[in-house]
């Protein structure tokens, strides 16, 4: 299927998983017109919900009496909306996160991960969280988000609108969105080793003998099973 709008997606909620409940939704589409791709303005729409603790709302500073008699977050009707509007996909940084309040209600809208592609399309990164991508990116000449839509963070619609410009720069390199799509499926393909001698290492420079050592231990961790397992299989078919 040719997808021409990704709607990029960040929440904004009253805990880190269901039951807890979506206080705002942004988003913000990237659309290809005449064969470039494009960021929209971004649209943020506070939810009603049944109450906010003092640790959430110090992120989001979102007040009750902001979302007081507000109707709730149905994730049903956001992505019947998307679909009849275009969308062709989603995204959000760290989709994982999203995923808990969507995943049931997905059905034939591929939901994508542009932290786990920026890893693979640039591992250099100084880090590949929202903002130091968008300043990396900026210093390189590669994006530049109006700063005035990309404030505050840890609100949805500046926090979508960023990530939407991320993704973009992905997509004018031509990094494939089946193949996002196909990376999110996957481990996260973290640039560095984080355990051990060699933490902080490149994968490549780790050595083989670590590596082979991880896939013995029983209690390491999966995702570093599968990041020593393909280092060592990029190595076999050099």
């Known amino acids: 299927m040719e997808i021409n709008c ?4 960040d929440f904004e909620t009253t805990g880190t998983e269901p039951p807890a409940q979506i206080i705002e939704v942004g988003h913000c589409d990237v659309v290809l017109i005449d064969g470039s791709w494009r960021v929209r303005a971004p649209v943020g729409v506070l939810h009603g919900v049944d109450r906010i603790d003092v640790e959430t709302r110090a992120v989001h500073h979102i007040s009750p009496s902001a979302v007081d008699g507000l109707p709730p977050f149905d994730a049903s009707a956001f992505l019947d909306k998307a679909r009849s509007e275009g969308v062709g996909a989603l995204a959000a940084h760290r989709s994982d996160f999203e995923g808990r309040w969507l995943n049931q209600s997905l059905s034939g809208v591929p939901l994508f991960c542009t932290h786990k592609a920026a890893l693979r399309v640039w591992p250099e990164a100084p880090a590949h969280n929202n903002q130091v991508l968008r300043y990396w990116l900026e210093e390189k000449g590669e994006t530049s988000p109006d700063p005035v839509l990309s404030q505050p963070a840890h609100r949805a619609a500046p926090d979508a609108y960023v ?6 720069a992905m997509l004018a390199a031509g990094t494939a969105i089946a193949d996002m799509i196909a990376w999110t499926a996957e481990p ?3 640039p560095r080793i984080p355990i051990g001698k060699q933490r902080g290492a490149r994968w490549a420079e780790v050595e083989g003998g670590f590596l082979s050592w991880m896939l013995t231990k029983p209690d390491m961790d999966p995702d570093l099973k599968w990041l020593a397992r393909r280092e060592l299989a990029r190595r076999a078919a050099k």
């Open 6 to 9: 990704i709607r990029v997606v």
């Open 163 to 168: 990530t939407a410009h991320t993704l973009r």
């Open 188 to 190: 996260a393909a973290l």
